[in-house]
């Protein structure tokens, strides 16, 4: 947790944050000569985002980006591949800040999705009251959320889709 690049991408740079690789952030009226955190790092996906042009998901690994990138939150999501998450860690996309973007699953499976966090009662593939998943999108009972105090199984939203969204 204390590598530059985790904290670049969701987006703390854009405050007054400076720090050292290694080390946890810290801001920058300590006085530590740490380096300010630079801006975000472009999205490593094919796309741009946009309704147009939207981010293409297709692997576990392009998946867990979606977790990683402040950038991605309002954007629109294409899944173009059924996907099997069993050997990928993943965290919930919105933990950043709320999804409010549209995630398009085009009537592929995602699979196997594993996220323990015993200690936290946001707990989801995605957090977020503003989420939007198109009805092409097909999660059945197969993602496995580990609470602090019991499982959850399913999509695993931590809030409930908006009304005439489920």
């Given at each position: ?11 703390w740079?854009?405050?007054d ?85 549209v ?10 999705v ?37 499982p ?15």
């Open positions: 947790m204390k590598t530059l690049t985790v904290f670049q991408n969701a987006g740079g854009s405050c944050w400076v720090m050292t690789d290694g080390e946890y952030p810290q801001l920058d009226w300590e006085g530590t000569g740490a380096a300010p955190i630079p801006a975000p790092e472009s999205v490593p996906l094919s796309g741009s985002g946009t309704e147009v042009d939207p981010y293409h998901v297709g692997s576990a690994d392009e998946l867990a980006i979606l977790s990683w990138h402040v950038a991605v939150l309002d954007k629109h999501i294409l899944l173009t591949a059924d996907v099997d998450c069993a050997s990928e860690t993943l965290y919930p996309i919105g933990d950043l800040g709320p999804f409010s973007g995630f398009n699953g085009t009537g592929h499976v995602v699979r196997n594993s996220i323990d966090q015993p200690v936290s009662d946001r707990i989801g593939l995605f957090l977020s009251s503003h989420l939007l998943i198109l009805p092409e999108m097909f999660c059945p009972a197969i993602c496995d959320l580990t609470r602090h105090r019991r959850d199984r399913g999509l695993g939203l931590h809030h409930p889709l908006p009304a005439g969204r489920g």
